[in-house]
């Protein structure tokens, strides 16, 4: 029997097959296909399963991770995102904690909010801090908001009310409207996403979560519908940015929760081989084609956090990207892999990333119409 682990990455798609009965391992690599990642994973899994070795092997199951979610996140291929919090904290995103990531820079960037001010609503509403209601929920007026949005081809929705981790009542009523009113738009509630305590972090989680669902919701059923016709059904898991694996509804409904999917994994390998060399404390390095990341490892075991820093404007510096509240491997994330196309900033300064060349076109060494210049290219050029 195999347990087959596939990573898609932004350029390439690693397959790794481990036979049970001999102890044997194999693998495999084939080009990302960014219109549907499930398509390069499905021709390098039917590859090596219709040859050699593998071909009379049966599956026991299926572990796939991911950078999906990450990259999608970075480079704000998202679905158009619309906002709906309590009357009066619609700028959330931008005020976010009123701190400056570097306090003596007074012209530091912010990320740009992933919902625009236009998609920020207001509902009056108000829970207080113990649970209590003080102003009940205005459906009428909800309802005219998603008329609204509607009206804007808006894709997906985030809800997040002011101490709904106290009592959700209100978010469950406005996700139940939502899907009475429009049932084809996206919706995510903070009390689902993250039941906790500050509202910038739990409503910046939220609205990230409901911008990536509808991508990672179409992937996932294309990519099971594939694994069914090989007679793979019911196979497939998700790897968690903690590094633990769960189910493809669950990754569907919360894809926040799998954003390091594909990092953790390398990150638990790098500690696995560390212990079999007696290496216990080190640092791992995981280069991609879209972005790179680093991990610290202590008495043989991957750093953890609950809190996480996507997108970030300036490398390394805490404050200067989006903020998440997710348990994960705490990694070190930037925009720029080897496929991370090189440009020149508004200072007259090289910057690489994050946007990236990907697996289509690719690099310009590719050959396959790639003009950018990026990293894989300066490795080229350098010998």
């Given amino acids: 029997m195999l347990r087959i682990g596939i990573d898609i990455g932004g350029t390439f798609t690693d397959l790794a097959f481990f036979d049970e009965d001999t102890g044997e ?16 994973a499905m021709e390098g899994l039917k590859k090596e399963l219709s040859t050699g070795k593998l071909a009379e092997k049966g599956v026991r199951h299926l572990v796939h991770g991911t950078t999906l979610v990450a990259n999608a996140i970075i480079e704000r291929k998202g679905a158009k995102t619309a906002l709906i919090t309590t009357k009066g904290f619609e700028s959330i995103l931008e005020m976010r904690r009123e701190l400056r990531y570097d306090l003596y820079d007074l012209f530091s960037e912010m990320p740009a909010p992933l919902v625009s001010g236009s998609y920020r609503k207001g509902v009056n509403e108000r ?3 113990d649970g209590s209601v003080v102003t009940p929920l205005a459906l009428d007026e909800a309802a005219s908001l998603l008329t609204q949005l509607e009206a804007e081809s808006v894709e997906a929705i985030a809800v997040s009310l002011l101490h709904s981790f106290s009592n959700p009542s209100h978010e469950r009523s406005l996700k139940a409207l939502i899907e009475e009113v429009a049932p084809d738009l996206f919706v995510s509630i903070s009390s689902d996403v993250n039941p906790e305590i500050r509202e910038f972090e739990r409503t910046s989680t939220t ?9 990672m919701k179409q992937y996932l059923l294309r990519f099971q519908e ?21 189910t493809c509804r669950v990754a569907e409904e919360y894809p926040i929760r799998v954003i390091e999917s594909g990092p953790a994994a390398g990150a638990i390998a790098a500690a696995w081989w560390g ?14 084609g879209t972005t790179a990341k680093a991990c610290f490892i202590h008495d043989s075991k991957p750093l953890i956090t609950n809190a996480a820093e996507v997108a970030r404007i300036y490398r390394l510096k805490k404050g200067s990207g989006i903020a998440l509240r997710v348990p ?16 020149v900033d508004k200072m007259g300064l ?12 690719g690099p310009a ?13 300066a490795d080229l050029a350098l010998g």
């Fill in 127 to 129: 829970i207080a801090a």
């Fill in 350 to 361: 090289l910057k690489v990333g994050p946007e990236s060349a990907g697996a289509d076109p």
């Fill in 275 to 288: 212990k079999l060399l007696s290496k216990e404390n080190l640092i791992s390095f995981d280069m991609g």
């Fill in 207 to 215: 609205v990230a979560n409901v911008f990536v669902k509808p991508i």
């Fill in 25 to 40: 391992a194999y693998v495999g690599k084939v080009l990302t296909t960014p219109a549907d990642p499930s398509i390069g």
């Fill in 328 to 343: 994960g491997i705490d990694l070190i994330e930037i925009g720029a892999g080897g496929g991370s196309i090189a440009s």
């Fill in 226 to 246: 594939d694994l069914a016709r090989l007679g793979l059904e019911d196979l497939l898991f998700v790897m968690l940015s903690s590094g633990g694996v769960a």
């Fill in 365 to 377: 060494c590719y050959g396959r119409g790639g003009e950018g210049h990026t990293v894989t290219d």
